[in-house]
């Protein structure tokens, strides 16, 4: 079977160290101010995470594997079946005294072009939606549930 890859990219930045900016999401509870909701305690590499867009457990809750956490910069994790997947990676790099720019990358692959397009459209939305609430968790501890 042939697939079609994309990719998104959002950057922001935040009032906060790249360590701080990483632990929001490597944090289930920080994570869940502005965003999913999981079921482990922290993520570390290798492991697997159940991630729910729904506050209780549905038919939406999906399996997240850790692929490479350094807790001081970056997290990338997988979800999805081995053809039909996606890659998220979260890069924050400090670009002065606690103050980072974040970059996230979301990639992946559809069966077809106009599937792929429209993918590589919602998710880069998505993405920058996740980093403006992702922004005003760390900086003034609202939390901005999507």
């Known amino acids: 079977m042939s697939t079609v890859a994309f990719g998104s990219l959002a950057e922001i930045q935040i009032e906060r160290a790249p360590e701080a900016v990483i632990a929001a999401f490597v944090d289930p ?4 101010r502005f965003w999913y909701r999981r079921s482990d305690q922290g993520l570390s590499q290798g492991a697997s995470s159940v991630w729910s867009i729904c506050d209780t ?5 999906f399996v997240v594997r850790v692929v490479l956490l350094r807790p001081k910069r970056e997290l990338v ?3 999805g079946e ?3 997947y996606r890659r ?3 890069y924050a790099e400090s670009i002065g ?3 980072s720019i974040l970059r996230i990358e979301m990639t992946g692959e559809h069966n077809n072009k106009s599937d792929a397009h429209r993918a590589s459209l919602f998710d880069t939305a998505e993405l ?3 980093a403006v609430r992702a922004k005003v968790w760390l900086e003034q501890r609202i939390a901005v549930k999507p």
């Open 57 to 61: 457990p549905s038919e939406h809750d």
């Open 29 to 32: 509870k920080q994570m869940r």
């Open 128 to 130: 920058n939606q996740l």
């Open 77 to 79: 994790v997988e979800w």
């Open 97 to 99: 005294e606690g103050v």
């Open 88 to 90: 998220t990676r979260w």
């Open 82 to 84: 081995s053809v039909l």
